[in-house]
Nanobody
C-alpha cells in the first residue's frame, strides 16, 4: 500500500523558516501532480501550492514570495519551503499526490506560529 509520510512541522516564532517534507513509499512523485494544502482551526482545507509532473508550479496569492514547492524525484519526496512565517500560517499542512490510480494524502503535520 502506497503511503505518504510528512515531517517538518513544529512550534516556531514568527519570522523563521520551515521546510516540510512528504515522502512517498513508492516511486510516484516524478509522475504525479503534487500539492500542499493546509487547514487552519475552524476553517476549510485550502490548497497552497501545486506542482505538475512537468514541473510547473503555482501558489496561492497570499503566500507568494514566501512558500516554495519542490520535489526530489530520486528520494520520492515533496517539499514545502516556508519563509517569514506568520501567525496566520498556523495550520495542519497536508501533502497530496495525484498520479495514475493514486490520489493520496499525508497524515498532516502541525505548524504553529507564535507572535
Amino acid at each position: 500500500q502506497v503511503q505518504l509520510v510528512e515531517s517538518g512541522g513544529g512550534l516556531v516564532q514568527a519570522g523563521v523558516s520551515l521546510r516540510l517534507s512528504c515522502g512517498a513509499s513508492t516511486n510516484i512523485v516524478s509522475i504525479s501532480t503534487v500539492g500542499w494544502y493546509r487547514q487552519a482551526p475552524g476553517k476549510q482545507r485550502e490548497w497552497v501550492a501545486l506542482m505538475t509532473s512537468g514541473g510547473s508550479k503555482t501558489v496561492i496569492d497570499s503566500v507568494k514570495g514566501r512558500f516554495t514547492i519542490s520535489r526530489d524525484n530520486a528520494k520520492n519526496t515533496v517539499y514545502l519551503q516556508i519563509n517569514s512565517l506568520k501567525p496566520d500560517d498556523t495550520a495542519v499542512y497536508y501533502c497530496r499526490v495525484q498520479g495514475g490510480p493514486y490520489d493520496l494524502w499525508g497524515q498532516g503535520t502541525q505548524v504553529t506560529v507564535s507572535s
